[in-house]
Every structure is written in structure tokens, then in C-alpha cells.
């Protein structure tokens, strides 16, 4: 039996909708493997976001020093915010525009706890900004957020098409699409 199992990152809204549409279209079974996403704890101060320009309205009202780790896409959300100091950590070079005070930071994790809350002191960030895409390389920037005290916007994860199954682990999308 064919099947298709999209595995793609929880923000890659086009893939999955056209993996939806095309197994829709073709009848062959269809399954989102998708991490839990993050849930705030007791210490944490979570400020949920729907998009990155809803994430950009929050930020002048939480603090000045931003460690946004949203991605070299959709920068262009946070460039009017003029009064603001960013430190971006990408994978790659993001394309312009930009928020005007930034400082790149080049580094592909996983990252460590430890290693997250010396970045957030050196460079005296005071407010985090992530996507809820899950997995451990969030968790440990969330860890050092919540030890120091800081708060975080987290940009919700977009709605899936209907019809999407979705399922956390590879033997869960195994057993749905009845390959085991």
C-alpha cells in the first residue's frame, strides 16, 4: 500500500497543504507526523502569539533586548520596530528587511540549557521570541527563559487543512496508515 507521511517542519504551511490536497486528490492515505508543541509551566511567562506581526505588537510592552529565534523568513515582521535591539540566530543569512538594530547570530543547535542562558546574559536579552515548533533545541531556550525569568512570545503553530490526521512518533503514523 502507498501512503504519505509529511514530515516537515510544523510551520511549512505550503507543503502540507498541498500534501493534504494531493493525497485528497489521488486517494492514497495521508498522515502529519508532528512533535508536541510546547506547553508553559507554572514559572514561565508566556505570551502566545498567532503570527510573527501579532509577536512584533507584543514586544515593545516586554522589553527592549530581543533574542528572536523565529527563523531567517519573515524578518521583515519585526523591521518598523526602530526602538528595539534584536539578536537574531538563524542557520543561515536572512535576506533584508530587517529590523534595523540587529546582530546576527550564525549557530545551528541543538543547544544546551547553559549554553542558551550565557547567550541571553551576554547579550542582556530581557525578552525571548520562538515558534512552537517543539523538540529539544526549543525546550533548552525556553529552560534558560524560565531561569532567568524572562518573558517569552511563542508564535502559535498555523491550523492544519481539514481533514489532516495528524500523529506525534513514526509507529503512530505506521499504525494509521496501516503499514505495520
Keep these: 500500500m502507498a501512503a504519505v507521511v509529511d514530515a516537515t517542519h510544523p510551520f511549512a504551511e505550503a507543503i502540507t497543504a498541498n500534501t493534504a490536497r494531493a493525497a485528497a486528490l489521488t486517494g492514497v492515505p495521508a498522515a502529519v507526523l508532528r512533535r508536541p508543541g510546547w506547553r508553559p509551566g507554572p514559572d514561565d511567562d508566556w505570551h502566545p502569539a498567532a503570527a510573527l506581526r501579532d509577536a512584533a505588537d507584543l514586544l515593545p510592552r516586554l522589553g527592549h533586548r530581543v533574542f528572536l ?40 543547535g541543538p543547544f544546551t540549557p547553559a549554553g542558551e542562558s550565557a547567550l541571553l546574559r551576554e547579550h542582556r536579552i530581557d525578552v525571548l521570541v520562538t515558534k512552537d515548533s517543539g523538540g529539544a533545541a526549543t525546550a533548552a531556550k525556553l529552560t534558560a527563559a524560565r531561569e532567568l525569568g524572562l518573558p517569552v512570545v511563542v508564535v502559535q503553530r498555523p491550523p492544519l487543512p481539514d481533514g489532516v490526521t495528524v500523529v506525534p512518533d513514526a509507529p503512530g503514523a505506521i499504525a494509521l496508515l496501516g503499514l505495520d
Excluded: S
Design 69 to 108: 529565534t523565529t527563523g531567517r523568513l519573515g524578518l521583515a515582521a519585526f523591521a518598523h520596530l526602530t526602538e528595539l535591539h534584536f539578536v537574531v540566530r538563524t542557520v543561515e543569512p536572512p535576506e533584508p528587511p530587517m529590523p534595523p538594530d540587529a546582530e546576527l547570530v550564525l549557530a545551528r
